[in-house]
């Protein structure tokens, strides 16, 4: 395992992403919530480059038995990463895949320390 120095912590704000190439391999960090992640830049339905997708929400759907309605309601703003190719979402908090509750994005340690973020592998 290495650690990388992707950014100066200052470089990061909240919302913000990058994506860095780190031992061969493409990982984005994200600040969200006054947290930092790490995934690997690759989406488990077919490689894409989920990480460079939009942070977004999504439609969660109820439905009423005795009305026989169902209803969609945007929820979670912001806190959804969808891949460009083909709209896969992830909670970027944990990583969690949200059609495939068994799968997850690769992640890795990050930090910040001494005003650097700093990935580990």
């Known amino acids: ?9 200052s ?7 990058l994506v860095a ?3 061969g391999r493409e990982v984005a960090v994200f600040r969200f919530d006054g ?8 989406c488990a339905h077919q490689g894409g480059p989920v990480c460079e997708g939009a ?7 109820t ?4 009305a026989n309605e169902v209803s969609l309601s945007w929820n979670r703003e912001g806190e959804v990463l969808m891949c460009p ?5 992830y909670d970027l908090p944990s990583g969690e895949c949200l059609s495939q509750r068994s799968t ?3 992640s890795y340690p990050v930090e910040e320390r001494n005003g650097d973020v700093v990935v580990t592998l």
């Open 21 to 23: 190439e780190l031992a």
């Open 35 to 42: 947290e930092l992640y790490a995934y690997l830049n690759w």
């Open 104 to 106: 997850r994005l690769p």
């Open 55 to 61: 942070l977004t929400g999504t439609y969660e759907a």
């Open 85 to 89: 190719w083909h709209g896969w979402e």
């Open 63 to 66: 439905y009423d038995r005795e």
């Open 11 to 17: 470089e990061l704000q909240e919302g913000d992403r």
């Open 1 to 9: 395992m290495g650690e990388h120095v992707v950014a100066a912590a």
